[in-house]
């Protein structure tokens, strides 16, 4: 039954994968997410990604025909993360991300200078960094076409958990100074869980550790067990705890 079930996932992914190298500017295709890692459960969502360059049109992909969801380019909040499709195909449950080539090529380039930018993103409590794009492609899978996989960039290593440290820092001081002192407990448990995301970002970057959503960013920063410590200073590739 298993290897019946694992055969039957190859095929409906090569199938899927075929129909989506063949849209208009897309070069390659991707699989992410648990599925890529060997971590899926059996019910676990499919991540695909569409690597684009040039104009890539969404209507493409909802003349295809799968029921579901397809946003335009930028509904996602704009940037890196620049919109994508939920779907269902053959009863799977399939996200379907944007990925504009020349984005991430320059993004790419300037981790490796060690410099980033934060963006907001829906369902994403502290934002992402710019390079979360660049951890795509060390840990996606390529399915169709050709994809750089980089090393995770030692400049921003030095980089990014300064960076995070403080917007963490920023973030406990504005929950002590505006929510805190009012008794405003829902905003307060907010912000300290943004700052403990900030934090295990820091630890993750000081690492070398790639992230490509939020889901697992506080067990893999040791941060679920507690409120952060106070932010400040750097974070160098020894350090272990939020």
């Not at 009863?91 to 993004?107: A, K, M």
Request: hydrophobic fraction near 40%.
């Amino acid at each position: 039954m298993h290897t019946r079930r694992v055969e039957a996932d190859a095929d409906f992914l090569d199938a899927v994968a075929d129909r989506l190298a063949a849209l208009p500017a897309v070069h390659a295709v991707t699989l992410g997410g648990s599925r890529a890692e060997g971590t899926a459960a059996e019910d676990s969502d499919w991540d695909l990604a569409v690597y684009y360059r040039g104009g890539f049109d969404p209507a493409g992909l909802r003349a295809l025909g799968w029921p579901g969801e397809v946003s335009d380019l930028g509904a996602w909040g704009g940037g890196v993360f620049n919109g994508g499709a939920w779907l269902v195909i053959d009863g799977r449950p399939v996200d379907v991300h944007y990925r504009d080539l020349d984005v991430v090529e320059h993004e790419l380039a300037e981790a490796q200078q060690g410099r980033f930018h934060w963006e907001p993103l829906m369902f994403h409590l502290a934002g992402i960094p710019s390079y979360l794009v660049v951890a795509e492609l060390a840990v996606n899978r390529v399915l169709r076409g050709r994809l750089p996989r980089p090393d995770y960039p030692e400049a921003l290593r030095r980089s990014a958990p300064p960076v995070w440290r403080n917007r963490a820092a920023l973030t406990l001081r504005y929950a002590k100074d505006n929510y805190a002192r009012r008794g405003q407990v829902t905003e307060v448990a907010g912000l300290l869980a943004t700052a403990a995301m900030e934090t295990a970002h820091a630890v993750l970057a000081a690492r070398g550790e790639g992230i490509t959503n939020e889901k697992r960013v506080l067990r893999r920063g040791g941060a679920r067990g507690g409120c952060p410590p106070p932010a400040g200073g750097g974070g160098g590739p020894d350090d272990r705890h939020a």
